[in-house]
């Protein structure tokens, strides 16, 4: 079950992100892709290592226009990323050799993979 969550959030992301780069709606969304969707607030993170090891903690993420800031506090040391938003796909670069790439879901959840797929992350309100 977790495995097809992970593959069906990574083949959304890739789906969605030919028809929001040409500003196209989104299959069952209804609303234009042009539109910024604003993600600026504090987060409770959910997330499943490569390793398969769980993990929680907080994301703050700050936003201006199309560009995000991402801090992550799940270990003694946070981690930081930016990146952008297009539509509904969120990419950070965090430092790693693959960036986190989220999808904005309809209810403001962002629905994310890490480790170049082997890894997952939900980041939910606060």
């Known amino acids: 079950m977790l495995t097809r969550r992970v593959l069906l959030t990574s083949a959304a992301a890739l789906i969605a ?3 929001l780069a040409q500003g196209k709606k989104g299959a ?9 969707i604003g993600i600026d607030g ?10 398969g090891s769980e993990y929680n903690g907080r994301c703050e993420i700050t936003q201006q ?4 800031e991402f801090t992550w ?9 930016q990146g952008v938003i297009e539509g509904r796909v969120v990419t950070v670069d965090w430092g790693d050799t693959t960036p986190v790439v989220y999808v904005v ?5 962002l629905h994310g993979t890490w480790a170049d ?3 997952f992350e939900k980041l939910t309100r606060r």
Do not use: F, K, W
């Open 17 to 19: 992100a030919p028809a």
């Open 28 to 36: 069952g969304g209804g609303e234009s892709m042009s539109r910024l």
């Open 73 to 81: 506090h799940v270990a003694a040391q946070p981690n930081r990323g």
């Open 105 to 109: 879901m309809p209810d403001g959840e």
């Open 42 to 51: 504090s987060y409770t993170a959910y997330g499943r290592n490569p390793d």
């Open 65 to 68: 226009g199309d560009a995000v």
């Open 117 to 119: 797929g082997r890894a």
